[in-house]
């Protein structure tokens, strides 16, 4: 996540990609309709039971934590939806719904066939519950008593948490110092536990306020200012002689 996310700042990267079309090919579309019916059947869901046979967790933070496993060089190489291609193959793999080698055979198979028909299965009691969920979401927020610690205006530092497998804090913004804009009412979890990163319990989220001139001296316009919804365990008390930099 440090490495191949949140590149702000950086230059000489090689041409961006100006790409608009949310579906490049037709079997990128199946992989977004089976990440989705595997977030839907995910068993920590308050939703109707059904028979399938996907028992597993699978949330938006297992998808991300697959892309931002890769190498780096290999992250760049690879377009958005071979990305998750990668990701749920390994996932799959990884929790026994299939073998390496079983998965490379199929592989063949349809290299050698294009044509052969795709595995088609439904049922409607499935079908039901990906459509709930679609429609219902899955809130992070938690009905849960926190303490704030800070309050609108208040000057913070940015820490820089260790970063195992994923992370939702922007590698730009570590170690940098900002204002809280805006103190969010109720406490929020995410998707998974980050480990050392420390998100996984619910706690307050806050707004804060960088200035681009201190994000990037010398290379940012200027009468703008960047705003990023941060999990309190990233934010923290400036120490002495800090503060100021906030301001």
């Not at 308050?46 to 949330?59: A, C, G, R, V």
């Not at 028909?117 to 219902?136: F, N, T």
């Amino acid at each position: 996540m440090k490495l191949q996310h949140y590149l702000g700042g950086l230059e000489g990267l090689g041409p961006v990609s100006t790409e608009t079309r949310v579906f490049v090919d037709v079997w990128e579309t199946r992989i977004f309709g089976i990440h989705t019916a595997m977030m839907a059947l995910s068993p920590q869901l308050p939703l109707p039971e059904t028979p399938s046979t996907f028992k597993t967790i699978w949330t938006w933070a297992d998808l991300r934590k697959g892309a931002e496993s890769l190498n780096p060089f290999d992250y760049f190489r690879f377009r958005y939806y071979e990305k998750w291609l990668g990701g749920i193959s390994g996932y799959f793999i990884d929790n026994g719904y299939i073998t390496a080698e079983e998965l490379d055979a199929l592989t063949e198979e349809y290299y050698n066939e294009p044509s052969k028909p795709l595995h088609e299965a439904g049922d409607e009691a499935i079908d039901r519950r990906v459509v709930q969920y679609l429609v219902e979401g899955d809130s992070p927020k938690r009905d849960v008593g926190v303490t704030f610690e800070f309050k609108v205006g208040d000057p913070v530092a940015i820490r820089d948490v260790p970063t195992v497998e994923h992370t939702r804090l922007p590698g730009f913004l570590r170690n940098k110092f900002g204002t809280i804009e805006t103190v969010y009412d109720g406490a929020y979890t995410y998707l998974c536990d980050t480990g050392p990163d420390g998100v996984g319990a619910a706690m307050p989220v806050y707004c804060v306020r960088f200035e681009p001139s201190d994000l990037w001296p010398d290379n940012a316009e200027k009468n703008f200012s960047l705003y990023a919804d941060l999990y309190a365990h990233y934010v923290e008390a400036p120490e002495a002689g800090e503060a100021s930099k906030a301001a």
